[in-house]
Nanobody, 122 residues
Framework: QVQLVESGGGLVQAGGSLRLSCAAS????????MGWYRQAPGTQRELVAT???????NYADSVKGRFTISRDNGKNTVYLQMNSLKPEDTAVYYC????????????????WGQGTLVTVPS
């Protein structure tokens, strides 16, 4: 079994900061991309940021300059530092990891976390 365990969500005032963490455990190997997505009530899940094992990053335009994604490959952990938070950042944030089923397999394995709620009151 594979698990992504998220932490760090909560309620923060506009302009404040939060740091999300997500650790992957279990039988997932050669994790290439890890990332964060979010879903606000009544909307579709959207990309927030992704990072490859080599450190390449991709951000949604709405968070560029405010959010920073990073990872610790040795710990299979990804972080999202969120600064200058706005009410429109309110959502459930989901961690995502894409890897393989074994060190020698080419079979793709994609895993999602259960989500952590971030609330920024207006």
């Amino acid at each position: 079994q594979v698990q992504l365990v998220e932490s760090g969500g909560g309620l923060v005032q506009a302009g404040g900061s939060l740091r999300l963490s997500c650790a992957a455990s279990g039988r997932i190997f050669n994790i290439n991309t890890m990332g964060w997505y979010r879903q606000a009530p009544g909307t579709q899940r959207e990309l927030v940021a992704t990072i490859t094992s080599g450190g390449g990053t991709n951000y949604a335009d709405s968070v560029k300059g405010r959010f920073t994604i990073s990872r610790d490959n040795g710990k299979n952990t990804v972080y999202l530092q969120m600064n200058s938070l706005k009410p429109e950042d309110t959502a459930v944030y989901y961690c995502n990891a894409v890897g393989r089923t074994s060190t020698t397999s080419l079979t793709r394995l994609e895993v999602w976390g259960q989500g952590t709620l971030v609330t920024v009151p207006s």
